[in-house]
């Protein structure tokens, strides 16, 4: 197995859903359970597949993201806290 081959396989254990997910999108190309004859059978349910895993992939990213900036933040010194949910509901109605 070349180098480059092995980074990948070894960057993709890291990842397991992702993993998953690619296993699922592979078998539906190689027809490996023979479920598709037709290449629009196909074609739909590896779109949504797609599309459901784009998601997810976006969602990962963004908290990978948000945690390399929460960690440099803090890290920068400035007296940062974390945050939490807003328990402010607005102020209360006046009486009449």
């Given at each position: 197995?070349?180098?480059?081959?092995?980074?990948?396989?070894?960057?993709?254990?890291?990842?397991p859903v992702l993993k998953e997910r690619l296993s699922s999108i592979l078998n539906i190309v190689e027809d490996?359970?023979?479920?598709?004859?037709?290449?629009?059978?196909?074609?739909?349910?590896?779109?949504?597949?797609?599309?459901?895993?784009?998601?997810?992939?976006?969602?990962?990213?963004?908290?990978?993201?948000?945690?390399?900036?929460?960690?440099?933040?803090?890290?920068?010194?400035?007296?940062?806290?974390?945050?939490?949910?807003?328990?402010?509901?607005?102020?209360?109605?006046?009486?009449?």
């Open positions: 197995m070349s180098e480059k081959a092995y980074d990948f396989e070894e960057r993709l254990n890291r990842h490996s359970g023979g479920n598709y004859d037709k290449a629009d059978e196909a074609e739909l349910i590896i779109i949504e597949k797609l599309r459901s895993f784009g998601n997810e992939l976006m969602h990962e990213w963004a908290s990978g993201k948000e945690s390399v900036m929460t960690e440099k933040l803090r890290g920068s010194g400035r007296g940062i806290s974390g945050h939490g949910k807003k328990n402010f509901i607005g102020r209360p109605l006046s009486e009449k």
